[in-house]
């Protein structure tokens, strides 16, 4: 299964402005949130997304997902799962994609 | 306490030095500085600045959030003789660039998010790094004599007006204010205050120098919101807060909403009927649940900036807490009047300070003369000779009465007075006082329309009510004023909420405008069932930036355009503004606004700190309980463990505290590691546990607590606040022992760490030493209730790393894993 999700940045940027401090804390682990930029931070709510549609369900928090570099790879981790993404940004957009491996 | 000019007032702290200067808690860290290294980091700052080029008379910019590094700056400033030109973070970059171009600051210091785009002009730092840039710099004062006569701050008023003015403050001006006020109210040196008006303001800026002369504590946050004041309040044991009193009302209101949610509102009402009776003490108590809300110190709140309506006065006094007002204006540096933290309630300003003189003109304007009155508008002549009378009084522009024994009641700006056709002179305060305490008038504020022979007084009103119940309201409200104060026209404010300016006072000059243009009454009675004002439609409408949208009870959230990234913002703002938290995952494509609303109704109250047991930590219990670990327990733990500790040196010269990490493969790890570190260690050493072993075994709970100082970690949910817990422990000069892997390892192997003590190593920047035990797996498996079998295990102690602050979690954390699996 494949998943994809397209941010738009600057929409991002407001709602990350408005949820303060409370929405990094549910959007991002600790290691994540480690750069507080903007377009990097979106990239890896894209990857979220795409991560759920990939899983076909929505965990019970979205720090259940965790994205982290693996051999300078980006990969998702959730539970006992690890499924490849891949980030990209151009402009005001940054959209990411999921696969999670058929069992 | 009187000073010639800021030298001496920075001096003073070396006699104050022992005491707690600033606490700020940016993230999960708490920053303190005693008066003495305040002192010492203002003197580093006096020397950065003037290794920057900054010399006397020289203008330096400030646009950023209250923090210990503001104030640093400021006195930095104020010891080289420089100008420091205070700009309120919520203005705009246009704004910003005004009072630039007029001050032509050679040095702008903002905050990390705001404004970027001031670097493109000047010459611009962060201040959240000021404490990195000034480093290297020596702490002694500069070499640089002051006459008291310098400009110590640029204040500008009202940005928003088409040529907003700078008001040049003296230190001298500075100093003789804060001397007077100093004098009316008797600051103890331990009070604790909560710093939440921005410092470009005149008056939170006089306060905190009031304060800090005394050496009472001020605390910081990062970030201004009603929630975060509320756990500060709690946290910090605060007993002053200076205020706008819109923060007054809102916090009475949200008491208020909570008696309601939790049926103690006939409760409340009866205790606020007797209070009036008792003494303040029995007040406190009455009022008890309401005091533990605000964390159950606080005292005095003074506030400035407007007029306390006198109900809210009046219901903080009948809690129990002092609600004090002062007058004044930025031009009088700023305080003219306060009332006295000994005399009874009144409603008045209060008297005049000590060395400010003042007279009513013919008119009915307050004049003021005193060492307080500011110099000068910057670069301004014609404006600064306009604002004094021939013989030198300043004009206020407040029109008010002065009492034969010296009470000031100010009835309103002389710009906002309405002449009507008669001559007779209205005062808008004077009607929304009486306005406000109408049911069904949400907001009102009053100004002159201006009809062919004069002005007639008109009514702005924001209400959930129709119109007919408007009209009634309004005539009601006329029957309890003067003839003369009736109000003859009114129309709905098209917007939730007035206009207001940055010290949240109604605008009203907007708002006299908008009236003025000729109102269309139907512009906000666009058809929509939701009530005005409903919090929660609020917080949604803020998500889709759109202070209109209509959401009715059963729409679908997603179905108005609350996606899954809006849906966390709205969460999130929940929690902030009415503290109530609703898990993510009760939350969906299908929830409707109804269903949001019974979620918040029985949503959980946001634990304003963290409540663990704590007994552990106290001096008997240590007593007792190393010693039994020193003998009982050790000599029961040796029986079935034979140890072997390799590495014993690399803990020489060790700063405490530190953090102890180690590998996790046995239900005796923990003690073992204990045992094997030095004694003047252990006897300081925290162990972290899983919080579902802890709550499931209890014995091993208590146990663990009394010989292993241990505390629980929530490995399951939001990991912040045990991380949050764990600092606080190691701010008291606890070591902490933590194993990484958070769980047993199954086969002995080393697992992954979890990048929480990344955060904690990076973040406190404490030394972290390794521990590796090895033969110890399977002695005492965490099924087992007995030891298995004999072990002879081996303790390696690496060598203390740290980590700096740019470093990321995660790689810090496998640092760490690759270090131990080395050892």
Redesign the interface.
């Known amino acids: 299964m494949i998943g994809i999700d397209l941010v738009y940045i600057p929409e991002f940027a407001k709602q990350l402005k408005l949820g303060g401090d409370i929405f990094l804390q549910k959007s991002f682990n600790a290691a994540e949130s480690n750069s507080k930029n903007t377009e990097h931070l979106a990239g890896i709510w894209a990857a979220k997304e795409a991560v759920i549609k990939a899983m076909g369900k929505r965990p019970n928090k979205l720090t259940d997902i965790l994205i982290v570099a693996k051999n300078e790879r980006p990969v998702a981790r959730v539970g006992d799962h690890e499924l490849e993404i891949s980030i990209s940004h151009h402009g005001d957009y940054a959209v990411a994609v999921a696969k999670k491996e058929d069992q | 306490m009187k000073f010639k000019n800021f030298t001496e007032y920075v001096n003073n702290f070396g006699n104050i030095s022992d005491r707690s200067a600033t606490t700020i808690k940016p993230f999960i860290k708490t920053y303190r500085q005693t008066y003495g290294e305040f002192q010492q980091q203002i003197y580093r700052s006096a020397n950065y600045l003037l290794d920057q080029g900054v010399k006397k008379g020289d203008r330096v910019m400030v646009v950023a959030s209250n923090c210990p590094e503001w104030q640093e700056l400021n006195l930095g400033c104020q010891l080289i003789g420089a100008t420091l030109v205070p700009v309120d973070a919520r203005n705009s970059l246009e704004t910003t660039l005004n009072f630039a171009k007029q001050t032509t600051p050679g040095l702008v210091f903002r905050g990390k998010y705001i404004l970027p785009k001031l670097d493109k002009k000047f010459k611009t730092e962060i201040l959240e790094n000021y404490n990195d840039l000034i480093k290297d710099y020596l702490p002694k004062p500069p070499n640089i004599r002051l006459s008291g006569q310098e400009n110590a701050v640029i204040i500008f008023t009202s940005g928003t007006t088409a040529d907003p003015k700078g008001v040049v403050l003296t230190q001298q001006n500075l100093l003789t204010n804060a001397d007077g006020v100093l004098r009316a109210i008797d600051v103890d040196p331990n009070w604790r205050i909560l710093s939440i008006l921005p410092l470009s303001h005149s008056y939170e800026f006089i306060g905190e120098l009031c304060m800090m002369a005394k050496g009472v504590s001020v605390f910081y946050l990062p970030?201004i919101?009603p929630l975060a004041i509320a756990r500060a309040l709690n946290d910090y044991k605060i007993t002053i807060l200076l205020a706008v009193p819109q923060l007054l009302t809102l916090f009475k209101q949200r008491i208020q909403q909570t008696a309601i949610l939790e049926k103690q509102d006939k409760a409340l009402n009866f205790a606020f009927k007797i209070a009036p009776f008792l003494p303040k003490k029995l007040k406190r108590v009455l009022f008890g649940k309401v005091h533990k809300k605000l964390g159950g110190k606080l005292e005095i709140v003074i506030t400035g900036g407007a007029p306390i309506p006198t109900d809210v006065a009046d219901f903080w006094e009948r809690m129990g807490v002092r609600a004090l007002q002062g007058y004044g204006l930025t031009e009088t540096a700023p305080i003219l009047t306060v009332n006295r933290v000994k005399d009874k309630f009144r409603d008045s300003q209060g008297l005049a300070l000590y060395n400010v003189k003042l007279k009513v003109a013919d008119d009915g304007e307050i004049l003021a003369k005193g060492p307080n009155i500011f110099k000068e508008y910057w670069q301004n002549k014609a404006q600064t000779e306009a604002t004094f009378t021939k013989d030198g009084w300043f004009k206020t522009g407040d029109m008010g009465k002065i009492s034969d024994d010296g009470w000031l009641k100010i009835q309103g700006r002389a710009k906002f007075v309405i002449v009507l056709p008669s001559g007779m002179n209205v005062f808008p305060e004077d009607i929304e006082v009486v306005a406000e305490k109408h049911k069904d008038i949400k907001e009102i504020c009053i100004v002159g329309v201006k009809k062919a022979d004069g002005e007639e007084v008109f009514a702005s009103v924001i209400s959930d009510k129709n119109d007919k119940k408007i009209n009634k309201a309004i005539k009601e409200i006329n029957e309890k004023l003067e003839d003369f104060q009736h109000i003859s026209d009114w129309a709905r404010w098209p917007e939730e909420q007035h206009p207001r300016t940055l010290l949240l006072k109604i605008d009203r000059k907007n708002v006299a405008l908008w009236a003025n243009q000729g109102v269309n009454k139907n512009i906000s009675q666009k058809g929509g069932s939701i009530a005005s004002g409903d919090p929660l439609v609020n917080v949604l409408r803020?998500?889709l930036?759109d202070s209109r949208a209509i959401i009715s009870e059963k729409d679908r959230l997603a179905d108005v355009g609350i996606d899954?990234?809006?849906r966390?913002?709205v969460?999130?703002?929940i929690?902030?503004q009415l503290g109530i938290s609703i898990?993510?995952?009760k939350i969906?494509k299908t929830t409707t606004l109804s269903d949001l609303r019974k979620l918040v109704v029985h949503g959980s109250h946001v634990e304003s700190s963290n409540k663990r047991p704590s007994w552990q930590y106290s001096k008997p219990i240590r007593i007792i309980g190393n010693m039994l670990r020193e003998t009982l327990v050790r000599g029961l733990i040796r029986i079935y463990v034979k140890t072997t500790v390799e590495g014993t040196e690399n803990l020489a010269g060790l700063k405490q505290p530190a953090i102890f990490i180690f590998n996790h493969v046995d239900s005796f790890d923990a003690p073992v590691v204990y045992q094997s570190l030095p004694k003047a260690i252990r006897d300081n050493l925290a162990v972290a546990g899983a919080d579902d072993m802890l709550v499931r075994h209890m014995v091993l709970t208590l146990v663990s607590r009394l010989f292993y100082a241990a505390f629980n970690l929530n490995r399951q949910d939001?990991?912040?606040p045990s991380l949050e817990y764990t600092v606080s422990l190691l701010d008291k000069g606890w070591n902490i022992a933590i194993a990484p892997e958070g769980h047993v390892s199954k086969d002995g192997k080393l697992q992954k760490f979890k990048?929480?003590i990344?955060?904690l190593a990076v973040e406190t920047g404490l030394p972290v030493v390794i521990v590796k035990t090895s033969g110890l797996a399977g002695t005492l498996p965490l099924d087992k209730k007995w030891p298995q079998h004999f072990s002879h295990v081996t303790v390696k102690i690496g060598q203390p790393i740290q980590f700096s602050q740019n470093t990321?979690?995660?790689k810090a954390?496998k640092q760490l894993h690759k270090l131990m699996a080395k050892l």
Do not use: W
């Open positions: 970030r919101t803020l998500s930036d899954s990234l809006r966390l913002a969460i999130s703002l929690e902030e898990p993510e995952s969906d939001n990991i912040l990048s929480g990344g955060l990321s979690y995660e954390a």
